[in-house]
């Protein structure tokens, strides 16, 4: 599915900040995002479309300004310098009439910065029940060894307690206070798991470096799921990323911004991934592979 079609950005913008903004550069010491990208004007986006590149290559800018442009939800902010409204203002993007009709209520930016903010989340929560968990063993403990008697109506509450504790075991009295649904997942499942929960049918979604706190193992899981929300689930994906998972994803538009001009290219012309099969390349004796086929 196809929700943007293309995205155009401007020339290096020094006849507009001549005519127009010149005299603000004596108070700022950048002209950001003037100037970040060499040799790219125009994007034309597929279902999944990918942007790589070294880092300063203006993968993470791009995406946010596709962002802005669209006005798309997102958690974490970013740095907006004085001349990014104006960069912004001489951009242009076309979208398809599905995009406005069904997509833009459910469509968002995802940065690595909101998985950590997740993971973050969890680990504050998991810290404060396992406060709690100290506090209702201790509870436990008194309420099991109480000598406790009823003296008024207002002492049926603690009883009902006292009783709870000497009829069940430790672990069941903490339980059944506790959240069901606690996490004990570890940072890369819920990593991943953040990515499932929040990615929907029929959505645009911009992906900033979504393989950050990722293993192998579930970069290979969210390529398979962010194919088949293209394939079966009528998403689109613009995605920057170094991975070389994520790179091969299947029918992936790839724009290599370390290049001049900017041009697609194959997944497996990409420096960093040609980086990695020479590496594997050279250490390919210690690949052990046993008779069954299976790597040792």
């Known amino acids: 599915m196809l929700y943007l079609k293309n995205f155009s950005v401007p020339d290096d913008g020094v006849s507009y ?17 003037f100037g970040v990208f060499h040799g790219l004007s125009h994007v034309e986006f597929e279902p999944i479309t990918i942007f790589c590149g070294g880092n ?4 993470t800018t791009l ?7 669209l006005e798309l939800r997102r958690g974490a902010v970013f740095n907006r310098s004085a001349f990014f409204g104006d960069y912004l203002g001489l951009c242009r993007a076309e979208t398809a009439p599905a995009f ?42 008194d309420r099991r060894y109480a000598d406790f ?15 709870d504790a000497q009829r069940h075991t430790g672990s069941r009295y903490v339980n ?3 959240m069901r649904d606690v996490p004990g997942k570890s940072n890369g499942e819920s990593g991943f798991l953040y990515f499932t929960r929040h990615i929907g049918e029929g959505g645009l979604y911009l ?41 091969a994803l299947k029918g992936a538009r790839v724009y290599d911004l370390d290049r ?37």
């Open 63 to 69: 995406l946010n300004l596709i962002g802005e442009k």
């Open 207 to 247: 992906l900033d470096e979504p393989e950050n706190s990722l293993s192998a193992r579930f970069q290979l899981e969210l390529a398979k799921f962010l194919e088949d929300s293209a394939r079966f689930y009528r998403c689109q994906f613009v995605i920057a990323t170094h991975s070389p998972v994520l790179l």
């Open 176 to 178: 059944e206070r506790l």
């Open 17 to 33: 900040l001549r005519e127009n903004r010149e005299n603000r550069r004596t108070c700022y010491g950048s002209r950001y995002p």
């Open 100 to 141: 406005d009709r069904e997509a833009r209520t459910v469509s968002r930016v995802i940065t690595s910065d909101d998985v950590f903010d997740y993971l973050l989340d969890l680990r504050c929560m998991n810290e404060g029940i396992d406060t709690k968990r100290r506090e209702l063993l201790a509870e436990y403990t």
């Open 149 to 163: 008697r009823m003296r008024s109506l207002e002492d049926l509450d603690e009883l009902r307690k006292v009783v």
């Open 260 to 296: 001049t001009p900017v041009r697609v290219c194959r997944w497996t012309e990409v420096a960093d991934v040609a980086a990695f099969y020479k590496f594997f390349k050279a250490h390919e004796a210690d690949f052990a592979v046993s008779s069954d086929g299976e790597t040792r």
């Open 56 to 59: 300063g290559s203006g993968k």
